[in-house]
């Protein structure tokens, strides 16, 4: 099938919306209005086809093909300066959901184009979200399709597609067995998913939400432009919306809690195909979380924005 070069893009009207939620998690909040301008997304993830097009183009080689250097890890084995990238692993039986590092695994070789390791390939996921990318990889990836990456308040307001203050993208009302929704996790996690599940689907197999918006729910979470903070900005000001807010600046996204990782944090959303009712039921347009801008996984990809002509 002939792959477009790079994705089509819907307009998203101007509005006022609420944005977080007061419902779920404590870094989604406080919900709040803000309003943005008319801008254009991407009817879907960047695909695998769309990367291996950009990468032959330009000769680019993303952060987890690269080697690591020596000077930056003093004292590290040889073995654990190789490129590669982590990898979600499932486990043989249930585990105690409070240690991730049960289903992570640093996999030397993982990459966009080998996802599950050395010896895998992208043959046959032509049209899966590209992941194992680095905030920059992304970024790179934007500049020569002459986009950006979205920021937080543009990325929720598209995958809110208008239903303002909404759970889901489709509405306030959990999917139903009779017609799945989104790719994330059917089955036990982290070690016996339901079949179909458990991994990225190609782009565009759920239903599309009212802007016509794919995969704006799970099977990869998003980079979006904004560092990341542990909560939305308190706005007193009742009389006006913000309009077109970022977030704060490099120096507070680092993580006080693990000061020996001086790695700044962008924000991520959308979930995954990991995310759990029972771990992480964070598939929803409010959902947010931090991610190193060095370290990409297997289930973070990204999509663009674009500029509205005249606006």
Not at 17 to 43: K, L, N
Not at 139 to 161: D, F, H, I, N, V
Not at 252 to 272: A, C
């Amino acid at each position: 099938m002939e792959t477009q070069i790079v994705s089509e893009v819907r307009r998203i009207p101007a509005q006022t919306f609420i944005m977080g939620s007061d419902r779920h998690y404590q870094e989604e909040g406080p919900a709040h209005r803000v309003a943005v301008d008319v801008f254009a997304i991407e009817t879907h993830p960047v695909t695998n086809a769309q990367f291996a097009h950009f990468t032959r183009d330009t000769g680019y080689v993303t952060v987890a093909e690269r080697p690591l250097d020596p000077a930056e890890f003093p004292g590290a084995p040889a073995e654990n300066l190789q490129p590669g990238s982590m990898v979600f692993t499932p486990t043989p039986g249930p585990v105690d959901l409070r240690h991730l590092s049960q289903w992570w695994t640093w996999t030397v070789g993982a990459s966009w184009q080998h996802p599950m390791g050395p010896v895998s390939s992208t043959a046959g996921l032509e049209q899966h979200p590209v992941v194992h990318v680095a905030h920059e990889d992304a970024e790179a990836y934007a500049r020569w399709a002459g986009r950006s990456l979205p920021t937080e308040a543009q990325w929720e307001a598209a995958a809110r597609g208008g239903l303002d203050g909404a759970d889901f993208t489709w509405g306030d009302d959990p999917e139903s067995e009779s017609r799945p929704l989104a790719n994330y996790w059917h089955g036990d996690f982290p070690w016996r998913a339901e079949a179909g599940y458990g991994t990225t689907t190609a782009v565009g197999g759920f239903p599309p939400n009212e802007y016509g918006l794919r995969d704006m729910a799970g099977n990869v979470w998003e980079w979006t432009a904004d560092w990341y903070s542990d909560r939305h900005p308190d706005t007193t000001e009742s009389c006006c919306a913000p309009r077109n807010p970022r977030g704060p600046g490099r120096s507070e996204s680092f993580d006080p809690r693990q000061p020996q990782f001086l790695v700044p944090r962008k924000v991520i959303k959308g979930g995954s195909f990991l995310c759990a009712d029972s771990y992480c039921r964070r598939y929803r347009p409010a959902a947010r979380r931090p991610q190193m801008i060095d370290t990409g996984m297997s289930h973070i990809g990204f999509r663009c924005v674009a500029d509205v002509p005249g606006s």
